[in-house]
């Protein structure tokens, strides 16, 4: 729980830093010319529209990799292939230690959503219209951004593996039977949501006010009258709210639903069919985008 609730913290400063920055569409519009024809051939290979953005996230993506962050069981690439793990330390818990989850299905993958999520949704919500010329600290910051959101989605995960071993008579009969809505049940509790959502919006508020001079009352849960923010805390219990928990709810149930097929220890991740492909985004309602989860 203690890392869950670090993640909180994470989560909010990163969206605070990228509020700094106007929406700059730009970063997000497909076929990039500065990148040149080669690089705009290797980012559509690995599954992008060819954005710069993109492009920010597949090269951060291919340096990660090489240092094992996606031999980590809750670390999982928006774009491929990636290089061959071979740098850092190759002992230890994270490399050695057997995992304690079963096979993920690749339904359970949700980068690509996050990442419409993110960009159709979330951005116009917490930044100002226009273009600031930003664009490559907008793209360093949305890579934090979403690397932040996502590790917290798929700690699900952990917790869908922990619900099955508390109570494993009862999610086996909801798995045998294929009940989507009756996982989700299983794995729902709406007051212990509710609380998390006060919390973040109360970390929100705490994170993101601006302090020019100590004034009474400021440090009071309860804003006062002269208080500002660098964003609306409320928009980020929202977030958490409407996105950020109902992604990690999917997870949790895709990884239930096969649960029964493998025992933990086994691979990390199922093949991704070749044929998934992620939803347009609002930008590009007709255009069919090939983004690798």
């Not at 359970?108 to 273009?131: F, H, Q, T, W």
Request: proline share 7%; aromatic share 8%.
């Amino acid at each position: 729980r203690a890392s869950l609730m670090r993640m909180e913290d994470s989560i909010i400063f990163s969206l605070v830093e990228r509020s700094q920055y106007k929406c700059n569409l730009a970063v997000y519009k497909p076929d990039c010319s500065q990148l040149g024809n080669f690089k705009l051939h290797q980012l559509k290979s690995a599954g992008s529209n060819g954005c710069l953005g993109d492009w920010f996230i597949y090269q951060t993506e291919c340096l990660h990799s090489q240092v094992r962050r996606y031999m980590h069981p809750t670390e999982y690439p928006f774009f491929g292939p990636l290089p061959e793990p071979s740098l850092g330390s190759t002992s230890g818990a994270r490399t050695e230690q057997s995992s304690i989850l079963a096979d993920i299905p690749s339904a359970a993958i949700v980068n690509s959503k996050l990442l419409d999520i993110y960009r159709s949704k979330m951005i116009p919500a917490l930044c100002e219209n226009g273009d600031d010329s930003n664009h490559g600290s907008t793209a360093v910051q949305d890579v934090h951004c979403l690397q932040t959101m996502a590790t917290r989605i798929y700690y699900g995960l952990f917790v869908a593996e922990s619900k099955f071993r508390s109570e494993t008579e009862k999610a086996t009969k909801l798995i045998k039977a294929k009940d989507r809505a009756g996982l989700m049940a299983f794995i729902t509790k709406l007051d212990v949501e509710e609380k998390n959502i006060q919390r973040v919006i109360l970390k929100a508020r705490t994170f993101s006010q601006n302090i020019a001079a100590g004034e009474a009352g400021q440090l009071a849960p309860a804003p006062s009258a002269a208080t500002t923010y660098k964003i609306n805390p409320e928009f980020i219990g929202k977030a958490f709210k409407e996105w950020i928990m109902p992604l990690t709810k999917e997870v949790e149930v895709e990884y239930l639903l096969t649960r029964l097929e493998s025992e933990p220890g086994g691979q990390k991740v199922l093949p991704v069919p070749p044929t998934l492909k992620p939803p347009p985004s609002s930008e590009e309602p007709q255009a069919k985008r090939s983004r690798k989860d």
